[in-house]
């Protein structure tokens, strides 16, 4: 066995990979990342153009003879165009082959890459994929956009052409951008704290992140949105809807919005703060519990994490929550030192299997000093992703947590960088294998399933239902997993010391209040965990 020291895997977590990269094939649904995204990729524009990223680049995998060779390459060509398209208000008509002008909203926004393509596959089974001409509408893609900002869309077309040529997690990005840029504890100072998802035409508040600009002025999840700073926002894609919060001189921004049919205006001023991927809490009442809000394994975080424990030694804790919703991953040493806070120090966190047979396994062990060991719960839904599905589906297994919401994304793979050949300015994070828990079950597309299922008024994704070209896991496909949810759902029944005092609308973080204040329940997990499990 190795600990994470002698393990060089770099490994981001997908949407952070995705987006970073200026991935096209996510679906535009959900937008997990608002203001401060859509800011560092305007920086990321940059970056790419330093790079010296052009049409040499773009057309050697793009042209008409290759687009035509075969299906799979028919199909990644048409994604380049399709995902690029949504970048310049345009859309690929499966009927013409031509792209069109979108003036407003259209239901092509909210397709996912999955979605956006089956026309495309009945138009190769009908034998009229000839239609297209491939190298006259990268064309007109990039006559629509500045000089300065080409780049950046040929990155989007290159990286939509490997979602489906490779996989959705193969990808190129500038290099140093993630170091510099990506993988920051705090968030920009631009941020003002909202993400957004559209539910048909309706666009809500997905989620408000605590201590925010937003949250200070009384936004709140599920608010539906009508106008920001008078701009009706129903006819806009999402991308479009946070590039009107990015404006960094703009201090004030005035959201008309229906709460339970109720319309509001909230104001919200923008203090220029960093906030941290780190949120701590204390959930007070007849017993103390820790809620620890983590929105991505950044640098830095399980120092933050063990610091605020620390911290809240003298106020009695008597269970802890950790809330991984929406956490798309980020760097696994990170996870595999919050998770020795739990376990204790060199236990089996994960493992590695190449698809190359050639190179050797590894097995990943926690390298955090055990800090906590009172009662835990994990709270994760669809958009839990990468390092945050490891790190529940281990404590799980360890029998440490009840891991309580919805099926997690199912991103089980893993990516190792190397200098791009087309381009040694250019990075290409390349899917080597795949992540394995310490039973060796694999979360590639099945996900984790939690131990009590909740679901949450949102839309989800998951990687088997977003992507064309998912890869398999076939060879791990049996998980060993038991649901309990009947054992806790009858124990919470008899259970007559549950907090009857806590209230929210927030029905995935009540029903872990329940569970850590039922002591049978509690009891009955302080028993379950082995710290020799999986040695």
């Given at each position: 066995m190795k600990s994470w020291g002698a393990f060089l895997v770099t490994a981001m977590g997908f949407l952070v990979g995705m987006i970073l990269a200026g991935v096209g094939g996510l679906s535009a649904k959900t937008s997990l990342f608002s203001s401060t995204e859509i800011t560092q990729q305007k920086k990321l524009e940059t970056y790419w153009a330093e790079a010296g990223l052009g049409e040499k680049e773009l057309f050697e995998l793009i042209s008409n003879s290759n687009c035509q060779s075969s299906e799979k390459y028919f199909l990644s060509c048409i994604n380049s165009v399709v995902q690029t398209a949504d970048d310049v208000q345009m859309m690929l008509s499966e009927e013409t082959g031509l792209l069109e002008n979108i003036s407003q909203f259209n239901p092509v926004y909210e397709k996912t890459e999955r979605e956006k393509l089956q026309a495309f596959v009945l138009m190769y089974a009908h034998q009229k994929n000839h239609q297209i001409n491939f190298e006259n509408l990268w064309a007109e893609l990039l006559s629509q956009e500045r000089s300065e900002k080409k780049s950046a869309l040929i990155a989007n077309g290159i990286n939509s052409f490997l979602s489906v040529y490779k996989d959705p997690h193969t990808y190129i990005l500038p290099n140093n951008y993630y170091e510099e840029v990506g993988s920051q504890l705090e968030r920009s100072n631009l941020f003002v704290g909202v993400s957004f998802e559209r539910i048909k035409k309706d666009i809500l508040v997905r989620k408000v992140f605590k201590n925010s600009d937003a949250d200070v002025a009384g936004l709140q999840s599920q608010d539906l949105i009508e106008e920001i700073?008078?701009?009706?926002?129903?006819?806009?894609?999402?991308?479009?809807?946070?590039?009107?919060?990015?404006?960094?001189?703009?201090?004030?921004?005035?959201?008309?919005?229906?709460?339970?049919?109720?319309?509001?205006?909230?104001?919200?001023?923008?203090?220029?703060?960093?906030?941290?991927?780190?949120?701590?809490?204390?959930?007070?009442?007849?017993?103390?519990?820790?809620?620890?809000?983590?929105?991505?394994?950044?640098?830095?975080?399980?120092?933050?994490?063990?610091?605020?424990?620390?911290?809240?030694?003298?106020?009695?804790?008597?269970?802890?929550?950790?809330?991984?919703?929406?956490?798309?991953?980020?760097?696994?040493?990170?996870?595999?030192?919050?998770?020795?806070?739990?376990?204790?120090?060199?236990?089996?966190?994960?493992?590695?299997?190449?698809?190359?047979?050639?190179?050797?396994?590894?097995?990943?062990?926690?390298?955090?000093?055990?800090?906590?060991?009172?009662?835990?719960?994990?709270?994760?839904?669809?958009?839990?992703?990468?390092?945050?599905?490891?790190?529940?589906?281990?404590?799980?297994?360890?029998?440490?947590?009840?891991?309580?919401?919805?099926?997690?994304?199912?991103?089980?793979?893993?990516?190792?960088?190397?200098?791009?050949?087309?381009?040694?300015?250019?990075?290409?994070?390349?899917t080597q294998g795949f992540y394995l828990l310490p039973s060796n079950f694999s979360t590639q597309r099945t996900g984790v399933n939690p131990d009590v299922e909740v679901s949450e008024p949102h839309v989800q994704l998951r990687e088997e239902s977003t992507y064309i070209n998912p890869i398999s896991n076939q060879k791990y496909d049996k998980s060993t997993h038991q649901k309990h949810s009947i054992f806790y759902e009858e124990n919470l029944k008899k259970c007559a010391l549950a907090r009857k005092e806590f209230t929210t609308d927030d029905l995935i973080l009540k029903k872990a209040v329940d569970i850590l204040s039922c002591r049978t329940i509690t009891s009955t997990l302080a028993n379950q965990f082995n710290r020799e499990d999986f040695n």
């Amino acid at each position: 066995m190795k600990s994470w020291g002698a393990f060089l895997v770099t490994a981001m977590g997908f949407l952070v990979g995705m987006i970073l990269a200026g991935v096209g094939g996510l679906s535009a649904k959900t937008s997990l990342f608002s203001s401060t995204e859509i800011t560092q990729q305007k920086k990321l524009e940059t970056y790419w153009a330093e790079a010296g990223l052009g049409e040499k680049e773009l057309f050697e995998l793009i042209s008409n003879s290759n687009c035509q060779s075969s299906e799979k390459y028919f199909l990644s060509c048409i994604n380049s165009v399709v995902q690029t398209a949504d970048d310049v208000q345009m859309m690929l008509s499966e009927e013409t082959g031509l792209l069109e002008n979108i003036s407003q909203f259209n239901p092509v926004y909210e397709k996912t890459e999955r979605e956006k393509l089956q026309a495309f596959v009945l138009m190769y089974a009908h034998q009229k994929n000839h239609q297209i001409n491939f190298e006259n509408l990268w064309a007109e893609l990039l006559s629509q956009e500045r000089s300065e900002k080409k780049s950046a869309l040929i990155a989007n077309g290159i990286n939509s052409f490997l979602s489906v040529y490779k996989d959705p997690h193969t990808y190129i990005l500038p290099n140093n951008y993630y170091e510099e840029v990506g993988s920051q504890l705090e968030r920009s100072n631009l941020f003002v704290g909202v993400s957004f998802e559209r539910i048909k035409k309706d666009i809500l508040v997905r989620k408000v992140f605590k201590n925010s600009d937003a949250d200070v002025a009384g936004l709140q999840s599920q608010d539906l949105i009508e106008e920001i700073d008078g701009i009706p926002v129903a006819d806009l894609n999402l991308q479009k809807i946070s590039q009107l919060l990015k404006i960094p001189e703009q201090k004030t921004f005035v959201f008309k919005i229906k709460r339970q049919a109720v319309a509001k205006k909230i104001t919200i001023k923008r203090r220029y703060q960093g906030l941290n991927h780190v949120q701590f809490d204390i959930l007070s009442g007849a017993r103390n519990y820790a809620l620890i809000t983590l929105t991505k394994f950044n640098r830095g975080v399980c120092a933050e994490v063990s610091k605020q424990i620390k911290s809240a030694s003298d106020k009695n804790i008597t269970g802890l929550i950790l809330d991984l919703r929406d956490n798309p991953g980020g760097q696994l040493d990170e996870a595999a030192c919050l998770a020795g806070l739990f376990i204790g120090i060199n236990k089996k966190i994960y493992s590695v299997e190449y698809f190359d047979p050639v190179k050797a396994n590894e097995v990943v062990l926690t390298t955090g000093s055990l800090l906590y060991t009172g009662p835990m719960t994990i709270l994760v839904n669809s958009s839990s992703a990468s390092a945050s599905e490891l790190f529940a589906g281990a404590l799980q297994e360890y029998k440490r947590a009840v891991v309580i919401g919805e099926k997690t994304f199912g991103k089980g793979t893993f990516q190792e960088s190397e200098i791009w050949s087309k381009n040694n300015h250019i990075t290409l994070f390349r899917t080597q294998g795949f992540y394995l828990l310490p039973s060796n079950f694999s979360t590639q597309r099945t996900g984790v399933n939690p131990d009590v299922e909740v679901s949450e008024p949102h839309v989800q994704l998951r990687e088997e239902s977003t992507y064309i070209n998912p890869i398999s896991n076939q060879k791990y496909d049996k998980s060993t997993h038991q649901k309990h949810s009947i054992f806790y759902e009858e124990n919470l029944k008899k259970c007559a010391l549950a907090r009857k005092e806590f209230t929210t609308d927030d029905l995935i973080l009540k029903k872990a209040v329940d569970i850590l204040s039922c002591r049978t329940i509690t009891s009955t997990l302080a028993n379950q965990f082995n710290r020799e499990d999986f040695n």
